[in-house]
């Protein structure tokens, strides 16, 4: 009997421009896997976290083809929830070999990340842990803003990502009381020497983008 080709578990396919990080503004289609292994309270993909259609790696990376046809950008960022619980190697090998370039946005929680052009890891809390395998990687690293963040998660976070790396502190849904917490995290960090820290933006919530 014939194996089922493998299928994920995709919440949804848009296009649309990063909002966050580094490459702020940039085109990119989106992938946004179902499920997620963390419960975060400020979660803003609340509906990812379960369910999702299930579509075959073949057919996402026809749909992702098809949709560059009128929206012809070089990046594919795969989402979530967090992508990396489900088996992403021979989609990431697919939109690779379309001549995608592929960001990963993850929690750093998964073992064994596939190889990406551009990770965004983005540690939660309780504890800020990340697998040892995204500390190398990580393009850029990406702390929310929560009521509950504090300066020694910075430190700690910072301490265990190279200097090199950008840490972005970014408030929570742009909300006011987040993002003065945020600039005074920012203020504190800096008087505290630790390097390469910027305060962060979801400029797509601005702009009302998807
Ligand atoms: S890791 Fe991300 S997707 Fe998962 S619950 Fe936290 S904020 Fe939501």
Redesign the pocket.
Known sequence: MMRPPPTLRIAEVFPSIKGEGLRLGEPALFIRLAG?????A?????V??RGGRPVSTERLVAEAVRLRRRFPCRWACLT???PLLQDTDRLIRGLRAEGFLVHIET?GSIPRPPAADWYSV?P?PPDYRVDPAYLRIADEVKL?VTRRLTLRNVQAVRRAFPDKTPLLLQPQSNLDWSVRRGWALVRRSLAAGLPNIRLGIQAHKILRLP
Request: some cysteine; aromatic content about 6%.
């Open positions: 997620c292994n963390k419960r975060c400020f979660c803003d993909t609340k990812a976290r979530g929830g967090e929690n983005s939660k929310v």
